[in-house]
């Protein structure tokens, strides 16, 4: 099948949702990354996401809503602070975990009678929500394991031939996946996945806010996190990345005394004056490194870099959404000197 490249008129996005009702599958923009979108109540439609990815079985998918109000229609239980959660933070990058109902199939949430509900705020994916009138189940819409797509280019690369249409809706805006939030109690919550929307903006709404372990540690064998995509080495490309936490001068003088063919680093905008090592730069704050990490783990490959010397993100705000996909697409490999 030769993948069509939608743009984003009405027309398009009119056709993009007839190729949804259909049971087939899209490449579609959001404000986060791009996702591979389906029919979130098709069976049938939401295997071929589970096959074009080579996503695990186990792994759930998040449903998109255009709006928040229509959650009802897929859950069976709100707490009332999920509701003050979406006044503040829907649409946007934020996906809660609630119970799910009949309509969600099993194979949508991975098995877990749960569902993670997002509100997109990208123009692009919000018009296309209304237009198709379908709760929208979309992983990031790379291969399984490999970095999330930033731009309709990225999922061309991943899924050329594999889904019927990619829409292109320019770059995404936040460039890390959203933040996934569970509710351990009516009044508090849990971030399973940090993303943009941190812990510091969502302690204005909720005084209880726990970081889940498992965001910045690895799972043992057989040990069964709150979400699943936390257990498997993640965000990878083909080079061999190891994180390095130190002063820019530590940094240097690791990467001298290891340095050959094929070792390229990863470091900040603002170390690269003088740098004396082949180098790329993913930003000079969290946002921006959030912006651009992935499009980098992608050019990596692409230069043909085969071990990435990074310099480590901070763990702050949304420093710790860059920070948990590094280490994830280092399969946990960090030196700290
Ligand atoms: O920003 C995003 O969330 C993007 C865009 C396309 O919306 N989507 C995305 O989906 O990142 P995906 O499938 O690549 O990641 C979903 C994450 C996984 O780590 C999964 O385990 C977790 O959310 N998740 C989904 N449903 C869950 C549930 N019911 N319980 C616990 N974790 C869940
Ligand atoms: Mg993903």
Known sequence: METLLLGSSEAELQIAANILHQGEIIGIPTETVYGLAADASNEEAVAKVFAAKGRPADNPLIVHLSDFSLAVNYTSYIPKLAYKLAERFCPGPLTMVLPKNEKIPMITSGGLDTVGIRVPSHPVMHRFLEISGLPVAAPS???????????????MRDMDGKIYAVVDG???EFGVE?????????NSIRILRPGCITREMLLEICPDVVIDPAIL???????????????Y???SPKADIIIIEGTLEQFKEYVSDNYGDGVYTLIYDTDAEGFPFRFLTYGKDSSEQAHYIFSKLRELDDIGAEKVYVRAPSKEGVGLAVYNRLIRAAGFEVIAL
């Open 141 to 155: 819409a790379n291969r399984s394991g490999y970095p999330s797509p930033t731009s309709a280019d990225h999922v």
């Open 170 to 172: 320019g770059e995404s």
């Open 178 to 186: 959203s933040t996934v939030i569970s509710f351990d109690s009516d």
């Open 217 to 231: 540690n690895d799972i043992a064998e057989g040990q069964r996190p709150a979400s699943p995509g936390m257990k």
């Open 233 to 235: 080495k993640h965000y």
